[in-house]
């Protein structure tokens, strides 16, 4: 009987483990997609150049983030921008780490009159991240559809032709014109 409870206990925590993992990988697509939309032009043509790791980049770029918030479902409380802080804080220091991002938030000079953000406790900072987590999973999603469909539409380009617009039976007048293939029949 004992080995049921303890095989449960285990099979809880991997499913734990597996969904800190896919929150892990859904922020860092999403902050690598703003790092390349904001910078990859710029490093493209580096070769043997240093690349700032991406906290160095992020450090700069952080207040750009553009978020996706679809229908009607962002909060008023909370701006764009601190939202994207957020995001960033998620990347560097992990997901459930609600206290160091505090301490990050009133540290940060950006933050230095918002009064709102910078008194909010551990708890209500990890449930804004928890739905910026959920608005980001979304987000990703989205694009992935969208660019499944991209590459369909590229591989099969004939699904994309439609019909003429001219009715049924009825036959265009170039259809039963002869062909010709030699430039002196068509002269006079």
Not at 31 to 56: C, S, W, Y
Not at 66 to 83: H, L, M, P
Not at 93 to 104: N, P
Request: with cysteine; net charge negative.
């Amino acid at each position: 009987q004992d080995w049921k409870k303890i095989i449960e206990k285990i099979e809880r925590g991997e499913r734990k483990i597996l969904r800190l993992r896919q929150i892990r990988d859904s922020i860092q697509e999403k902050v690598e997609r703003h790092l390349e939309e904001t910078f990859g032009p710029q490093f493209a043509d580096m070769k043997d150049g240093k690349i700032p790791d991406a906290n160095e980049l992020l450090e700069y770029s952080w207040p750009k983030m553009k978020i996706n918030y679809g229908s009607a479902t962002k909060s008023r409380a909370y701006q764009e921008e601190e939202d994207a802080f957020l995001i960033c804080m998620m990347y560097r220091h992990g997901y459930g780490a609600a206290e160091r991002i505090r301490m990050e938030i009133r540290r940060a000079w950006q933050f230095r009159f918002d009064w709102f953000f910078k008194s909010r406790s551990a708890q209500e900072i990890q449930k804004r991240c928890d739905t910026l987590v959920k608005i980001v999973e979304r987000e990703n999603e989205e694009l992935r559809k969208k660019d499944e469909e991209e590459a369909q539409t590229t591989a099969n380009p004939n699904m994309e032709q439609t019909t003429t617009s001219e009715p049924a039976g009825e036959t265009s007048p170039l259809e039963n014109a002869p062909v010709t293939t030699d430039p002196m029949d068509t002269a006079p």
